[in-house]
């Protein structure tokens, strides 16, 4: 099979400032070569050309906070008692399926149930079915009454519902240890309350012993953890305790950013949500959600210190709770405009948020996340300059090429014969 020539491209890069005429050259699953300056290898007689023709050509983006089992979730039943798990998982294939559609390339899990990550990862590494590169999460550790164990008592559930309920840190590890066995690749905890959830955010509803023996125990055997986590005093535990990423951290200051600049631990700082939410309260002039006022007062904060964790060197990258109904999956894309438009970040780097940062979160930094000669061919192509405009990249008309493992999902550009264009 001959090679596939993407040229006159602009190329945004993953690492460096942006390049006009950029040739790329996909062989097999990998980037065999990327060329400016008329230095490009010449095609040969099997190869297919693609004019790009000035678009934008860069890494596929990777969503890093991602609820593939989420179906327009209203209540909190809806999590777990809206559809059999069968149903549920044909939906998350279509999820699934339209993420990679959206140009992300690749996801890592934030919760799920019924095991929807680890199966929908086997269906797609198989080729069974379209989807990203995906770290599969599974259910959400949590402890007794906390605010993802909404079932009440006397329904007598006894289902294996989104929760896993733990207490001590033994049940900790034992819950940890059998996710690993079904295949998770990423734990995720609930360390503390806030951000839409039931309790508030200075309530801390498990121990730094729970956390460290959940973290201790994935660490072992090689997994990732991340956690729900909005105060500072949570910020600062889960760093104790090493959790890999801090989902949310709107309480975020000065100390934590040092801290976690120093320990590389990620940060999903998912201001999609609150900045939905603060809009929504905006226009309909009350708020939908008992939380509301909180995450606002986070989403301003965030504001401001979102810069100096980018500046201090922190790992920051995309995702939120695409799947709620505020949110609809396919809207992906449109977190990025708030960092841009709300944080005031510029677009260059948030878009290094979404790919190289993303690529290293998913353990595949040397093999993907940067437009580069011997990385995986995970590519887009979009019809406008997200440098300059982040909103182009939220279009799905304006997607020309999603590519990953160097094949196709989509490309709605003419092929030209190699020799015909060769001059
Ligand atoms: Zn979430």
């Known amino acids: 099979m001959g090679r596939i020539f993407l040229r006159r491209a602009n190329l945004i890069d993953g690492a460096n400032a942006p390049r006009k005429n950029a040739t790329v050259v996909v062989e097999n699953n990998r980037i065999a070569a990327v060329a400016t300056n008329g230095d490009a290898p010449k095609p040969g007689a099997n190869d297919v050309v693609y004019d790009v023709a000035g678009r934008s050509l ?52 934030a919760g799920t149930l019924h095991n929807i990550d680890v199966t929908l990862k086997r269906a797609i590494n198989q080729g069974l079915i379209p989807g990203p590169r995906f770290m599969a999460g599974g259910r959400d550790v949590v402890t007794t009454g906390d605010s993802v164990d909404f079932h009440p008592s006397w329904w007598k559930m006894q289902m294996e519902g989104l929760g896993l309920i733990c207490d001590g840190p033994d049940e900790f590890r034992k819950a940890v240890r059998d996710e690993i066995k079904q295949g998770v690749d990423i ?127 922190v790992k920051i990258v995309i995702g939120d709770d695409f799947g709620t109904s505020a949110m609809p999956h396919g809207d992906y894309a449109k977190e990025l405009a708030a960092y841009v438009n709300g944080a005031g970040i510029p677009a260059l780097e948030v878009i290094t948020w979404a790919t190289r940062n993303g690529a290293e979160l998913l353990g595949m930094g040397d093999e993907l ?42 490309c709605h550009l003419t092929p030209g014969k190699a020799a015909a264009r060769a001059a």
């Not at 989420?70 to 998350?92: E, Q, R, S, V, W």
């Not at 508030?200 to 460290?212: G, I, Q, R, S």
């Not at 590519?379 to 997607?399: E, F, S, W």
């Open 369 to 410: 996340g940067t437009i580069e000669a011997g990385k995986l061919a995970d590519l887009i192509v979009v019809n406008g300059d997200p440098v300059k405009d982040i909103t182009v990249l939220q279009d799905r008309a304006k997607l020309d090429v999603v590519m990953k493992d160097g094949k196709f999902v989509e």
């Open 58 to 109: 860069m890494p596929g983006m990777i969503q890093c906070h991602y609820h593939v089992a989420y179906d327009n979730i209203g209540t909190l039943f809806d999590l777990d008692m809206k559809h059999p798990p069968t149903m549920l998982t044909l939906i998350a294939a279509k999820n699934a399926e339209l993420l990679l559609r959206c140009g992300f390339t690749g996801a890592v899990g």
């Open 187 to 313: 734990i995720k905890l609930y360390p503390t309350g806030g951000h839409g959830l039931a309790w508030p955010a200075d309530v801390m509803t498990m121990t730094l012993e729970e956390m460290k023996a959940a973290s201790d125990t994935a660490h072992e055997r090689g997994k990732k953890i991340r956690g729900h986590i909005i105060s500072k005093r949570g910020i600062m535990a889960a760093l104790d305790a090493r959790l890999d990423v801090i989902d949310h951290g709107d309480q975020m200051d000065d100390e934590c950013i040092e801290r976690m600049a120093e320990q590389r631990t990620f940060l999903v700082p998912s201001l999609y949500f609150p900045y939905m939410m603060a809009e929504q309260k905006r226009r309909e002039g009350k708020a939908s959600f008992p939380g509301v006022e909180e995450m606002t007062r986070g989403l301003e904060h965030s504001y401001l210190t979102l810069p100096r964790a980018q500046a201090a060197g």
